[in-house]
């Protein structure tokens, strides 16, 4: 994933808020001035939980989930085996791919679903791997956190998910862009932090030895 830094104030006028990346409807950017690619967390993951909020209520991700659901065979209610099936579908559809230098895109995740392949997106980051995972995961039911990793000392580094699963009645990790893993799998060590899209009411993120790492 991309490291995450956090900037002082006088680097704030170097900042460029969200906007449109010249004539790519809604493919989002923030552009970074000398200072190289420093971002402010907390703006960054707003962003993030707005695009997932805004995703999981279009009519193209209702559309592509039942497809996915119907070729898996998954059993109604089977939240788990529904997690999985969305998990393993961005895993082999969606390519890893970081964002240019000096730049963070975001795009929304109906992009991805575009009929016309000019507009279509088929890559992205791991931050666009949540965006697109959390759309779809709570368009089907399943309350998804977000998760920050990084290394014992230093900036965030990495992005994922965790999909509540109802009948199991636990915390799942979804991670596609890391492809050489497998499911379920998170960095062995290191700090994380945990953050809700809302107050979802759920029991606490607890992820087997690293359940006391979890904030």
């Not at 707003?46 to 805004?54: A, D, G, N, S």
């Amino acid at each position: 994933g991309d490291v995450y830094k956090r900037q002082t104030l006088n680097e704030l006028s170097d900042f460029t808020q969200l906007h449109q990346f010249g004539n790519t409807e809604n493919l989002q950017v923030v552009k970074i001035g000398k200072f190289g690619k420093t971002v402010i967390v907390n703006d960054k993951i707003k962003r993030i939980k707005q695009l997932i909020k805004e995703g999981s209520t279009h009519p193209d991700i209702d559309r592509i989930i039942e497809k996915i659901f119907k070729k898996t065979g998954v059993s109604d209610k089977d939240t788990t085996g529904e997690i999985k099936a969305i998990y393993y579908w961005l895993k082999k559809k969606i390519r890893y791919k970081k964002d240019p230098v000096g730049q963070e895109r975001f795009a929304h995740a109906y992009r991805y679903f575009e009929k016309d392949p000019k507009r279509r997106v088929v890559s992205g980051d791991c931050d666009d791997f949540v965006i697109l995972g959390g759309s779809m995961l709570q368009a089907a039911g399943h309350p998804v956190r977000i998760v920050l990793w990084r290394k014992p000392q230093g900036d965030w580094q990495h992005i994922f998910l965790v999909a509540w699963s109802g009948k199991d009645k636990k915390w799942l990790v979804v991670d596609p862009s890391e492809k050489d893993k497998p499911f379920g799998w998170f960095p062995p060590y290191g700090k994380f932090k945990v953050i809700p899209l809302e107050d979802d009411g759920l029991p606490p993120t607890k992820l087997g030895l690293l359940s006391g790492l979890f904030s």
